[in-house]
Each structure stands twice: as structure tokens, then as C-alpha cells.
């Protein structure tokens, strides 16, 4: 497990986000994750949404069913799925700004919540299925997260966790001067292998159905955020003040390193597919 030298907390990582809002969606978006390019002509936003549907088909997602977005952003991923799959769909942010943003597109089937994902309040069994996707990396308490989930899905219920991955073989210089610095830049409390993912879910009750490593599917998202940073610093004073400024500024600083950190293979990205203990929890 990658720990930054200076630890990084809810707190951190909710100003982080409510701070730098006006940045992450002009650069990026409502999806604050990565994209998924399937053939490589996909437009960024057509890349964006298809992770959220291969999240989708690995959840095997059925109408009505009750789903649970963890660490859901701006609610673009449970929109999508809601309207496309016809699950109702609760979410949970730390981001006070990005639940705001959420509340102002409401979208039948969707409710948000500006709440820690470890005060979810959500009744035991009441879930049949959940997702994170790129938030399980802000959580200090990374097996209190899994056993959280398999609490609040119902026996056979599936999780999907997309995951930015630290390779075990990385170099010591490689965790010096990219992953550590990417964990304590990012408000990343740690950064983990697929190993001490997979090891965590398991003691928390999952069985591992499935593992896809989508690095390279995913890197090119870092190289356009990187124009349209350039970009955006370029022609917007606010931008600069915010991303070139204060406690923040080390964000235009990031994204290089995780290109980088992806052009090494120090930094993976994973998906992985879980099952609540059930019918539905043999191995595929």
C-alpha cells in the first residue's frame, strides 16, 4: 500500500473537490473519472460514459433493481444508469459543491446524498447491487469500505469497484517521485495493488468473480485533460488562481505525473467484479 507522507483525510479530500469544482468540470466534466476507449475513435465524452457501461454490464444490471453509487461525483454515473437501465440509484458524495450540482439535474430514480459512505445509514440487505469507481482511493479505511458494502447488499448482491492501482513491483524511484506524490496531490489516503484489493474484499465476505486490468484503455484520458488544462490555464484568470495557486497548486503538477506513472506501469487501473455471499457468487 502506497501511504503519502502527509495523511489525507475525508475532510482533505471533500475540499479538494469543492475547491477545484469549477476546474474538474471545465477540463473534464460531470464524470469526474476516467474514459474507456473500446476502439480509439471515441469522443472523451463517449469514452466517459462507456466505463459507466461496462460498470453496468458487469453489475448485470435488471430494471427496478435498488443500486448504491459510492463516491458518486456530480451524479452523472447513477443519471446514466438509471435512465439507460431503469435501477433506482442512491448516491453518496463527501463534495457539499458536487451534491448541489447533483440536487439542481434531479432525475427520477436518482437520490443523492452529501454524506461520508461510512454514515450511510442504509439498512442492512437493502441493496442489490453498488458501484465505485475511482473513490475507494480517498478512503483511509479501505477494509471498512468493502465490509460496509457487503453489509448493505443483500445475499448475492454484486459490486463493481474501478480502482487506480499501484503495481507491487514498482520502483523505489517510481514511488518517490510518481505514486506518492499522486496519493498526497490527489488527497489519496493510500493507493493499493490488485492483491490487497482483492485480500480486503475477501475478508469482508466477497468472492472475486472478475479482474480486468484497463490501463491502457484507460491512460489517454490524462494526456487530454492535459490540453485542455493547458488550455484552460491559458485563456481563464480563475483557473489559474485555482489550479496554480494556494493549497491546490500542485494539481496542474498531477496530471503529468499520472501520465507518467501510467507510461511506466507503475499506476494500474483496475476493475474488479465482487459478489455478496449467495446464488449469484460463483466464480465466472
Known sequence: MI?????????????????????????????????????GRETPAQ?????????GDRLRLRPGEACVDIGCGYGATARQLAAGRGVRVTGFTLSAVQAR????????????????????????????AAWAIESTEHMADKPRFFAEAHRVL????????????????????????????????GRLPSMGTREEYEAMARAAGFTVTGYEDVSRRVARTWTIC?????????????????????????????????????R???????????????EDAAPE
Open 3 to 39: 501511504v503519502p507522507q502527509t495523511p489525507q483525510d475525508a475532510v482533505a479530500v471533500a475540499g479538494h473537490y469543492d475547491e477545484l469544482d469549477p476546474v474538474y468540470r471545465r477540463v473534464w466534466g460531470e464524470h469526474v473519472h476516467h474514459g474507456l476507449w473500446e476502439t
Open 101 to 128: 450540482h447533483a440536487a439542481a439535474h434531479p432525475t427520477p430514480g436518482v437520490e443523492i446524498h452529501h454524506r461520508d459512505w461510512f454514515a450511510n445509514a442504509l439498512p442492512e440487505g437493502s441493496a442489490d
Open 226 to 262: 492535459a490540453r485542455r488544462l493547458l488550455k484552460a490555464l491559458a485563456m481563464d484568470r480563475d483557473a489559474r488562481r485555482l489550479a496554480l495557486r494556494g493549497r491546490h497548486r500542485v494539481f496542474a503538477v498531477t496530471v503529468p505525473r499520472l501520465i507518467q506513472a501510467y
Open 47 to 55: 469514452a466517459v460514459e462507456a466505463l459507466v457501461e461496462t460498470v
Open 154 to 185: 443483500s445475499p448475492g448482491g454484486r459490486l463493481v469497484v474501478c480502482a487506480w492501482l499501484a503495481d507491487p513491483a514498482a520502483s523505489e524511484w517510481t514511488v518517490r517521485h510518481l505514486l506518492e506524490p499522486v496519493c498526497r496531490e
Open 264 to 278: 511506466t506501469g507503475a499506476m494500474r487501473y483496475g476493475i474488479f467484479t465482487l459478489a455478496a455471499a449467495g
